[in-house]
């Protein structure tokens, strides 16, 4: 491989880390603004469990510096989460240059619903399923037991939901993608519609607690948002690249 050859790769490896530079600076801002109020962002994460404990019961602290850590972790957790559309535009702005003109119309779209359906997976799990799932359990506790839950392993609780709704979310991006690249149809996923209901359920088997309230409120949306993606992918189909079409360099 010659110079020239190695030219172009160069080129995009320099963008490429300028764009994750970009990333981490707008975490670590978005991190230095809301550290003051850690404690105030955990309290009101932690809110819906502690609406749902007994009179008495508190959250506790097992370990030396989890009173401090564990906040921390949270508010850097929360910087990632809002710093969602600058990541989003970070990545648009790298591969951009090498689609076609249809294709970033077509593309764009999809980032913003994508941030926007991320966000409403968030907040889903937040004011729908945390309330049920944290009654359900306090409501379930075997008589004699007090409910203490650690700071640490709570944030761990919810971080994995909080996840999982929002990537959940993500449903109709994936199938709009699919349809759009050639891989499937949206006329051969109606034919598998029985399928998609029960892999629904499965997949929410394993991404929430192990209760029938919190896997049935990730299930049913997960599959309403199928057939969101599938109606949405009409509109996609027969517009991906053509093979006669070069890609343009300007935004």
Same mark, same amino acid.
């Given at each position: 491989?010659?110079?020239?050859?190695?030219?172009?790769?160069?080129?995009?490896?320099?963008?490429?880390? $300028? !764009?994750?530079?970009?990333?981490?600076? &707008?975490?670590?801002?978005?991190?230095?603004? /809301?550290?003051?109020?850690?404690?105030?962002?955990?309290?009101?994460? &932690?809110?819906?469990?502690?609406?749902?404990?007994?009179? @008495?019961?508190?959250?506790? +602290?097992? @370990?030396? +510096?989890?009173?401090?850590?564990?906040?921390? $972790? /949270?508010?850097?957790?929360?910087?990632?989460?809002?710093?969602?559309?600058?990541?989003?535009?970070?990545?648009?702005?790298?591969?951009?240059? +090498?689609?076609?003109?249809?294709? !970033?119309?077509?593309?764009?779209?999809?980032?913003?619903?994508?941030?926007? /359906?991320?966000?409403? *997976?968030?907040?889903? +799990?937040?004011?729908?399923? =945390?309330?049920?799932?944290?009654?359900?359990?306090?409501?379930?506790?075997?008589? *004699?037991?007090?409910?203490?839950?650690?700071?640490?392993?709570?944030?761990?609780?919810?971080?994995?939901? =909080?996840?999982?709704? *929002?990537?959940?979310?993500?449903?109709?991006?994936?199938?709009?993608?699919?349809?759009?690249? *050639?891989?499937?149809?949206?006329?051969?996923?109606?034919?598998?519609?029985?399928?998609?209901?029960?892999?629904?359920?499965?997949?929410?088997?394993?991404?929430?607690?192990?209760?029938?309230?919190?896997?049935?409120?990730?299930?049913?949306?997960?599959?309403?948002?199928? #057939?969101?993606?599938?109606?949405?992918?009409?509109?996609?189909?027969?517009?991906? !690249? !053509? $093979?006669? #079409? #070069?890609?343009?360099? #300007?935004?």
């Amino acid at each position: 491989m010659d110079v020239e050859d190695t030219q172009p790769l160069i080129s995009h490896l320099i963008e490429l880390r $300028k !764009r994750l530079l970009n990333c981490i600076i &707008a975490v670590v801002v978005i991190f230095f603004c /809301l550290l003051y109020f850690s404690n105030d962002i955990y309290h009101l994460v &932690a809110s819906p469990l502690i609406r749902q404990l007994p009179h @008495g019961a508190s959250m506790i +602290a097992t @370990g030396v +510096a989890s009173p401090f850590l564990t906040p921390i $972790k /949270l508010t850097v957790v929360v910087s990632v989460f809002l710093a969602v559309p600058i990541i989003l535009y970070q990545i648009w702005a790298f591969v951009a240059p +090498a689609l076609y003109r249809h294709e !970033r119309q077509l593309i764009m779209p999809l980032l913003f619903s994508s941030t926007l /359906l991320f966000y409403i *997976g968030v907040s889903f +799990a937040y004011f729908v399923v =945390f309330p049920i799932a944290f009654g359900f359990f306090s409501k379930t506790a075997p008589q *004699g037991v007090m409910i203490a839950t650690d700071i640490s392993n709570y944030l761990d609780f919810v971080m994995t939901l =909080f996840m999982a709704f *929002g990537v959940s979310f993500e449903v109709p991006i994936a199938i709009v993608l699919l349809c759009w690249s *050639g891989v499937t149809s949206p006329e051969d996923l109606k034919k598998k519609r029985p399928y998609i209901l029960v892999g629904a359920f499965v997949v929410a088997m394993f991404l929430t607690p192990p209760d029938v309230f919190s896997q049935t409120l990730l299930a049913i949306p997960m599959y309403m948002l199928f #057939e969101i993606g599938v109606f949405f992918s009409r509109f996609y189909v027969g517009k991906n !690249r !053509r $093979k006669d #079409e #070069e890609p343009e360099s #300007e935004l």
